[in-house]
């Protein structure tokens, strides 16, 4: 019997090992070498266990590299046959025609590849592998012919940022569910590179905003830039039901180590499962109860009209802060101070019977909060598929998950 809780880890980013084939110089794990003690075979289970009964829907499988631990299929295949969406971060270095085969077998559903520019040389040096860029587009083809969804993901920086749009096509022609652009938490390997200033991290939020349509039906999705949204409403295009930060409020990243923290680009332990329950941790800690009450946000977050929708990048306000309900210092909006004001809204069967075929509960009432949303910045009542269409760049696609085994707690009644 799954709890019925007010905050859920519906989405967990789970850090298996720090150990790593490459060395990337943004690292947030700062990976390499194995930890001196990671979570046993045993113990990740148990965790499993743990997350099912919260009401966990989508797991991300990561590392370091998560594909160097032996027991990676077995951990993969309980997560799976619990119902979760499984989906695993890589390199993809180690993927080949077997691999591929044997997440499919353990019920994978995506992958996600790091590609960091268009050409092989320089991804190589900046990711510390002389034939990383090969391998990765090796593993793109590899997944695909596979029948796995595969999502590119690039972390912007001033030496690829002219290259975004190259990216961005590259990964479109690739087939890729989802163009994921991360933009640099300082924090890790990473503490001492450049950052973009805010002025730069808005005009590509923009640029990424405008140009969306373009790639549908794939997704083009800012990460560590919730801000996506509040440039998406003032321009009044589709997006809307992306992003937004959920660090501590429906999602957490568990280390190799065991420790709980609200985002893997935090680096604020809430707790440690060998010392208490991953339950006790999500639902009791102080630093996840702060970050549940939008009330303490500070700054311009503390007074922003979107901070519901977007509530700024926690991980950036720590990291620039030491605080993480300080005001997000990448963000360049100046609130109004007047909050957003929604309509009754009708919805269309059409419509609400879509939603319905979004198996993942927290991504279904994302898209809904999105639509509403995307219907009251166009000053419209009636929300219908032609809105929906319009609203949306993966409004096409729910029939995709039709495959996916459907845990209980998803399909719930809302009256449970």
Known sequence: MTTTLPFKPSLVS????KKCNLRCPHCYMEAGKKAGYELSTDECLALLDDMKELGTEMIILTGGEPLMRKDIFQI???????????????NGVLINDRVAEKMLECGVKGVGISIDSIHPEKHNSFRGGPNSWEYSVRALDTCRAHGLEVLV???VMESNYEEIPELLQF???????????YFLV??????????LT?????EMLRHLVQIQDQYKPMLVRSKCAPQFKQISYELGLGGLESGGCMAGTEYCRITPEGDVTPCPYMTLVAGNVLEQ???????????????????QLKG????????????????????AFDDPLQEDPACTYQPTGQPLEFNNFTWTPEVLARLERIPIAFIRNKVKKGLETYAQRKSVQVITPELMKEAMAGEGRPEMFKDMKIPAFVTRKKSD
């Open 198 to 202: 805010a002025q730069r991290t808005d």
């Open 300 to 319: 311009r977050c503390g007074t922003c009209e979107f901070n519901e929708l977007c509530g700024g990048c926690r991980c950036r306000a720590y990291a």
């Open 186 to 195: 300082q924090t890790g390997r990473g503490e001492e590179m450049n950052d």
């Open 14 to 17: 789970w850090n298996l090992t």
């Open 171 to 181: 990964a479109r022609d690739k087939g890729a569910w989802s163009f994921n652009l």
């Open 153 to 155: 993901q690039s972390t």
């Open 76 to 90: 993969a295949k309980r997560a799976s046959e619990y119902g979760f969406w499984v989906v695993m971060g890589t």
């Open 277 to 295: 329950s991953f339950s006790e941790i999500w639902q009791h800690s102080p630093i996840f109860q702060s970050l549940r009450d939008r009330d």
